[in-house]
């Protein structure tokens, strides 16, 4: 195969017989071949490709072959394409004017084959060479171009020198910097045009590299041709030529004298920030984006326990370690907040600093992102202090305060308890004379130490649901008859009185009654206290869902509840008190604990509802009570109760569990007055004894009743797992003296079957009866 494969040759000649031994050459030689018959075909047919090579016959009618290739010249695509002129001519000055013309050599005719082929390879040989080398003078032109450019973007001066110190190039900022532009530099030296003392300036620390052949760096005051005095920072290394050999030297220049400026201005601020930092008395811990500390002061190293030089590239938790000090747990760390967040938080008010040696310290924190001047974030910073003393001094006073609190709140109490007993023990001496000589005088006296006794237990289950929290022992009630009832109650022979609004189908809730009685009382007083020239109170309760009331937290306001509403027309709440109002111990009345309002609050809260007010001057004032209605399953264990409290007619055994003799005879009383045999146990043992015995002996008790707590043996709790061991189905109810024990709330927890609390009546305790005896247990 040819190595002219693919070449593309024009032929122009109108002799067929030329044409025909021509093109026995070149056919089987695989180049491509095109043929025309004239210098004005050939002319137009170069608009449409470029041939490798064109062979143009001299003699032509119209347009001989010179002036052919004359045209062809003027075609700047066509001026390096070899042009052949073929031709009988020999004459000398023939082939001058073809050369002339444009052409680069001859083929006589007659043709020889040899001569033909031997001509066309060369010049095709001679074309690609022309053509890889203007390829390659391109490229050079093109790399030279853009390292010039490079070069004179680079802001910075920067010079070639030859091992004579002269200048072989520069950039146009070192133009700038000499004040001569680059022909007036080139091949001079630097006494040739600098100024003296910059001229020797660059000659002695040339000299030095070139010796050394190693690159240096200096920093140089250098003066220039402007008189003007700059800190340049000045890196020399050496030329190195294509083989490895030195070729002189190339010289950087970057002028740092606002650099060095701003360095001096940051060091003498960060000075400044330091002794700053070091003269607060908060401690200062600073952190990098990754968390790890980067500084702190004196002060944090006092509190810490841990030196700058300890602390520095720890994580921030490992020195910084805080935890929560009612729970012990740990905290948050507050710089991965800040970090995540990317704002400043504040540590709770109860947060304790473990030290270093394991010591502790109450302190108050904050912690904020650190910004450069562009906004990006590049750490944080803690600042913190001690305040263990403030806290003891706080606590202090704030005991003080309690206890004259509960001064006032025990005088209160025991001038209502004074009152209750008079009329406790009034009544039941009474009783006793009147009781041989009139029964009716001696059942009313009687009534009315019952009530006196009542109040008695509401008056200790109100103190308690403060002093505990109150945990609701909860059933499904009717809030209309419980708010009426009790709304009366507190108005009985008042001159203010109540207009009740109740929607049709009002929900049950699942609350505890006496509870829930309690609120009602103490809104309901204060309202009447703030009308003391009489009025109307308005109360209403409607079903509501949460949703639409926007006054719930969002926990609240996925479903149903019930909204009580007590509105009076009285003096209202001034403003700067009314956040205050449901604090514990505050009150504006001379006479007040502090307590109604504070115990509603509790109430309610335990019950998972909400309460709000509103008052205005002079207008009134209104409080919102939020209450779940009670659910499918709470409502059906009310309903089952209340059945099988009326369907219960039969006498059961039932064992009393309980530390106080007189109590015991009271139980004992009680469950006879209700149709029951009873079975007495001072504590856990003797009741587990003699529910063994009972049952070998074929009389199984029904029912056990147990005090939660008995001093010096076993309670309530241990006994009923006792008795739970003994007979899985055992039947038992808890009662407590502390009706706000959390056992009362969750009996069921503890596998008991109802819940009743002291002191209960005759009704309360048939219907604790009727839950326990239920077939299951639910």
């Known amino acids: 195969m040819s190595d002219h494969a693919n070449d593309l040759i024009l032929i122009v000649d109108d002799q067929p017989a030329s044409l025909k031994i021509l093109l026995s050459f070149l056919q089987d030689r695989n180049f491509e071949l095109r043929v025309l018959p004239s210098g004005a075909q050939a002319l137009a047919a170069l608009d449409h490709?470029?041939?490798?090579?064109?062979?143009?016959?001299?003699?032509?009618?119209?347009?001989?072959?010179?002036?052919?290739?004359?045209?062809?010249?003027?075609?700047?695509e066509l001026t390096e394409i070899p042009i052949?002129?073929?031709?009988?001519?020999?004459?000398?000055?023939?082939?001058?004017?073809?050369?002339?013309?444009?052409?680069?050599?001859?083929?006589?005719?007659?043709?020889?084959?040899?001569?033909?082929?031997?001509?066309?390879?060369?010049?095709?040989?001679?074309?690609?060479?022309?053509?890889?080398?203007?390829?390659?003078?391109?490229?050079?032109?093109?790399?030279?171009?853009?390292?010039?450019?490079?070069?004179?973007?680079?802001?910075?001066?920067?010079?070639?020198?030859?091992?004579?110190?002269?200048?072989?190039?520069?950039?146009?900022?070192?133009?700038?910097?000499?004040?001569?532009?680059?022909?007036?530099?080139?091949?001079?030296?630097?006494?040739?045009?600098?100024?003296?003392?910059?001229?020797?300036?660059?000659?002695s620390h040339d000299a030095a590299m070139l010796a050394d052949r190693t690159a240096s760096r200096n920093e140089e005051e250098l003066t220039g041709p402007d008189n003007e005095t700059a800190l340049y920072d000045v890196l020399k290394s050496p030329y190195i030529g294509p083989d490895g050999g030195l070729l002189g030297l190339i010289g950087i220049c970057r002028n740092i004298t606002e650099l060095k400026k701003a360095e001096r201005q940051a060091e003498e601020e960060r000075e400044r920030l330091s002794v700053t930092l070091h003269s607060i008395g908060d401690g200062v811990i600073a952190?990098?984006?990754?968390?790890?500390?980067?500084?702190?002061?004196?002060?944090?190293?006092?509190?810490?326990?841990?030196?700058?030089?300890?602390?520095?590239?720890?994580?921030?938790?490992?020195v910084f370690r805080i935890i929560n000090e009612k729970t012990e747990a740990a905290c948050a760390d507050p710089v991965r907040q800040v970090l995540e967040l990317g704002r400043a938080v504040t540590l709770d008010s109860h947060t304790a600093l473990i030290r270093r040696d394991g010591s502790r310290l109450s302190i108050a924190d904050s912690c904020a992102p650190i910004h450069d001047r562009a906004g990006r974030l590049l750490g944080t910073v803690i600042v913190f202090r001690d305040v263990t003393n403030e806290r003891k001094i706080t606590e202090e006073m704030l005991k003080i305060r309690k206890l004259e609190s509960v001064g006032l709140l025990a005088a209160g109490i025991a001038h209502d308890f004074n009152n209750i007993l008079t009329a406790i023990l009034g009544n039941i001496e009474l009783a006793g004379v009147m009781l041989q000589t009139d029964s009716r005088q001696t059942a009313a006296l009687l009534t009315d130490a019952q009530k006196a006794a009542i109040r008695a237990a509401k008056l200790t289950r109100q103190l308690l649901t403060f002093a505990k929290g109150g945990e609701p022992v909860k059933e499904a009630i009717d809030l209309a008859e419980l708010v009426q009832e009790a709304a009366d109650f507190v108005l009985l022979g008042s001159s203010v009185s109540c207009d009740y609004t109740f929607a049709d189908q009002l929900r049950l809730i699942s609350a505890d009654s006496s509870q829930i009685s309690q609120v009602i009382q103490n809104i309901v007083l204060n309202a009447k206290q703030a009308m003391p020239e009489g009025g109307k109170i308005q109360i209403s309760c409607v079903n509501v869902a949460g949703a639409a009331e926007t006054v719930l937290p969002p926990e609240l306001r996925q479903g149903d509840l019930v909204r009580i509403t007590i509105q009076d027309r009285g003096r209202g709440i001034p403003p700067h008190i009314i956040d205050k109002i449901f604090d514990?111990?505050?009150?504006?009345?001379?006479?007040?604990?502090?307590?109604?309002?504070?115990?509603?609050?509790?109430?309610?809260?335990?019950?998972?509802g909400w309460i709000a007010v509103q008052s205005e001057l002079g207008r009134g004032t209104m409080f919102a009570v939020y209450l779940p209605a009670a659910k499918p399953d709470e409502l059906a264990a009310g309903r089952t109760i209340r059945k099988e409290e009326a369907a219960m007619k039969q006498t059961a055994l039932i064992m009393v569990m309980d530390d106080e003799p007189m109590l015991r005879d009271l139980a004992k009383?009680?469950?006879?007055?209700?149709?029951?045999?009873?079975?007495?146990?001072?504590?856990?043992?003797?009741a587990a004894a003699s529910y063994a015995r009972l049952r070998d002996e074929g009389r199984p008790v029904d029912l056990v009743i147990m005090d939660l707590t008995i001093p010096g043996g076993m309670g309530g709790i241990e006994?009923?797992?006792?008795?739970?061991?003994?007979?899985?189905?055992?039947?038992?109810?808890?009662?407590?003296?502390?009706?706000?024990?959390?056992?009362?709330?969750?009996?069921?927890?503890?596998?008991?079957?109802?819940?009743?609390?002291?002191?209960?009546?005759l009704n309360d305790l048939r219907r604790a009866i009727a839950a326990a005896l239920q077939s299951d247990q639910g």
């Open 287 to 318: 952190t990098d984006v990754l968390g790890r500390i980067s500084y702190c002061n004196k002060v944090a190293e006092q509190l810490t326990g841990w030196s700058l030089a300890e602390a520095a590239d720890q994580p921030s938790s490992e």
């Open 719 to 761: 006994t009923a797992r006792l008795l739970l061991e003994l007979d899985p189905a055992a039947r038992l109810i808890v009662a407590s003296g502390y009706s706000n024990d959390p056992v009362l709330a969750e009996y069921r927890k503890y596998g008991f079957r109802a819940a009743v609390a002291k002191p209960f009546s």
């Open 584 to 608: 514990p111990f505050f009150s504006t009345k001379p006479e007040g604990s502090g307590l109604g309002l504070a115990i509603c609050h509790s109430v309610i809260m335990k019950h998972g």
């Open 84 to 203: 052949i002129f073929m031709t009988a001519l020999s004459r000398l000055e023939d082939k001058v004017e073809g050369f002339a013309a444009g052409g680069v050599d001859y083929i006589t005719k007659p043709f020889q084959q040899v001569e033909v082929l031997a001509r066309i390879s060369t010049q095709l040989s001679l074309r690609r060479k022309t053509l890889k080398l203007k390829a390659a003078q391109e490229t050079l032109l093109h790399q030279k171009t853009m390292l010039e450019a490079l070069l004179d973007s680079i802001p910075d001066p920067i010079y070639f020198k030859d091992l004579n110190n002269c200048y072989l190039g520069c950039n146009r900022a070192f133009e700038q910097f000499a004040g001569k532009a680059e022909a007036e530099i080139l091949g001079r030296t630097d006494s040739e045009f600098l100024p003296p003392v910059l001229a020797a300036s660059f000659r």
């Open 669 to 686: 009383a009680q469950l006879h007055a209700l149709g029951h045999e009873a079975v007495l146990a001072a504590d856990g043992e003797e």
């Open 49 to 76: 490709f470029t041939p490798d090579i064109i062979l143009l016959d001299v003699l032509m009618p119209e347009m001989d072959g010179f002036e052919t290739c004359r045209r062809m010249r003027k075609r700047p």
